[in-house]
């Protein structure tokens, strides 16, 4: 594939993404992105012949961000031997199948450390991740619900989709680094959290709370900052 073909293919992606975001799913038709970006008729269905192959491209640009999002973190979501990165990226995991009763690490529940991890740090750093993304990627979050309830009957896509937020594999190292008896139970319970917090941002009762702004990272280190103690 050329350069030039493949910028034309993001732009197209990028465009549908803010299309979708804007007027919704029944909005999404090659005529439209070929108006949106004054491209002669037919443009886009020459790269992308269906809507469905405009979707399934929606969700791996999606996915793909979020996984670089995510591993670009760093320190953010770095915990005492855990480090974002390969094998902990969004998307890669497979569903939770039930709680995990392995135990490992140390710390008292209600204690603001656990161990060697500082649980106000952290939240503070994950709430700043996530009113990044809330800044910067609005309407890829709009797009990605809204495609995981289009997608219900599709596994491979819809899967790609909910794993891509935050890693299900790093939240449960995380949590069990923290001591909980029931790791990964506790860290489905955190992602479901987040994705209140993310739904509650773009069409809930705080749409008017503005990321980056001191009042949108302390709502979040909040929030969070309770889930992370909940871990017992």
């Not at 008729?41 to 192959?53: C, D, E, I, L, V």
């Not at 891509?164 to 069990?176: G, I, M, Q």
């Amino acid at each position: 594939m050329t350069t030039s073909t493949l910028d034309r293919r993001t732009r197209i992606v990028d465009s549908a993404i803010d299309l979708v975001a804007a007027q919704g799913l029944r909005a999404l038709t090659h005529r439209a992105l070929d108006t949106a970006l004054e491209l002669p008729p037919g443009s886009t269905s020459y790269y992308f012949r269906t809507k469905r192959a405009l979707i399934e491209a929606i969700v791996d640009h999606i996915a793909l961000r979020s996984r670089s999002d995510f591993a670009a973190a760093g320190e953010a979501l770095r915990v005492p031997g855990i480090a974002p990165g390969a094998g902990t990226s969004p998307g890669t995991e497979p569903s939770v199948s039930g709680p995990s009763n392995s135990r490992s690490g140390g710390g008292t529940p209600g204690d603001s450390t656990s161990g060697d991890i500082d649980i106000p740090a952290l939240a503070l750093g994950i709430a700043d991740w996530l009113d990044r993304l809330l800044a910067q990627r609005r309407n890829h979050l709009i797009v990605r619900h809204a495609l995981i309830i289009e997608l219900q009957g599709d596994e491979e896509l819809h899967a790609k989709l909910v794993g891509c937020l935050f890693s299900h594999r790093h939240a449960t190292e995380l949590y069990r680094a923290l001591g909980s008896r029931s790791p990964a139970e506790a860290a489905a319970d955190f992602i479901a959290v987040i994705e209140g917090l993310v739904f509650d941002r773009f069409a809930g009762a705080r749409t008017t709370l503005v990321p980056g702004t001191p009042e949108s990272r302390r709502q979040l280190t909040r929030v969070l900052t309770i889930q992370l103690r909940a871990h017992e």
